[in-house]
């Protein structure tokens, strides 16, 4: 594999694995229903806010999502809203019982 080749691979994995923790992927699912702050999501998911800081943190290294500072307040968008249909494409496989 070529370097290229390889960093194309580290990029996939690294958001991947922002994905992989279910605070995080609650969070992008709130995300698709629009904006949030961070106030917000820290309700919605039942954490201290360092802890969903935290998680927006890494979202936002891996691409995921992306923020906007307005006053005091930071509020959260997904970067790239097609990363839907990838969570579209892993419901399938759980309904089809393929993921046991």
């Keep these: 594999m ?3 080749a390889q960093s194309i ?6 958001v991947l694995k922002a ?3 279910p605070t995080r ?3 992008v699912e709130e995300l698709a229903r629009g904006e949030r702050c961070v106030c917000e999501l820290v309700k919605l998911v039942g954490a201290d806010f360092s802890t969903v800081s935290k ?3 890494l979202l936002k290294n891996a ?3 992306q923020d906007d500072k307005r006053g005091q307040m ?3 968008t ?4 097609c990363i839907l249909r990838f969570m579209d494409c892993i419901e399938a496989v759980i309904v089809s019982g393929s993921c046991k």
């Excluded at 691979?9 to 690294?14: E, Q, S, V, Y």
């Design 2 to 4: 070529d370097d290229r």
């Design 9 to 14: 691979i580290d990029a996939k994995a690294k």
């Design 19 to 21: 994905l992989g923790h």
């Design 25 to 27: 992927l609650f969070i």
């Design 55 to 57: 998680h927006l943190t």
């Design 63 to 65: 691409g995921v999502v």
């Design 74 to 76: 930071v509020y959260y």
């Design 78 to 81: 997904l970067k790239v809203p």
